[in-house]
Each structure stands twice: as structure tokens, then as C-alpha cells.
């Protein structure tokens, strides 16, 4: 992991990691999955090829709660990484010059 982005502790980051685990299992996370779009690129995948992406990622301090995790394509949260949204979209303006 790249130290410039780390802001949160590795207390805050083990809890958050062990609430995802957690979320991966409640009926909400599954009907997202079921939908089979990536939050990012837009694009249909079968909810296997499907990860877990925090829009405000663990380690800037993101929580693990509805309104921060979002289905991702493999290809698009690994591009993503520890972006916040605003670096994501400067990110992805910045592809399409």
C-alpha cells in the first residue's frame, strides 16, 4: 500500500475490513451483487467477477456502510485503488483527453 494515501490507522482499517467481511453477507450486498453492474465503468458482469469497492476507500478513513460501498469490476477497482472520488474523476477526465 502506498503510505502517501494512509490516513487512517490500523485499528480503524482492521475494523472496517472485518465489518466488510461481515457485509458481504447481508441480503443488501447480495441484490447489488445480483444486479451484475460495475458502479464505475457501467458495464454487466456475473456477480462472481464482481468486488467490493469503498467509494471512500478504508485506508483515507472510509466506513463500511451502505452509502460508501459499491459493486466494481475487478479491472476498474484495481485501477481505482485508494482514489477518492474526486481523484477518481480527475483520473478518468484526465484518460479521456
Known sequence: MDSFFITADEKHIRKEKEKAREFRKKPWWKNKLSEGVCNYCG?????????????????????????????????????????LPIEWDEYINNLNK
Open 43 to 83: 458495464e454487466k458482469f456475473a456477480p462472481a467477477e464482481l468486488t467490493m469497492d469503498h467509494v471512500v476507500p478504508i485506508a483515507r478513513g472510509g466506513v463500511t456502510s451502505k452509502g460508501n460501498i459499491v459493486p466494481a469490476c475487478k479491472e476498474c477497482n484495481s485501477k481505482k485503488k485508494y482514489l
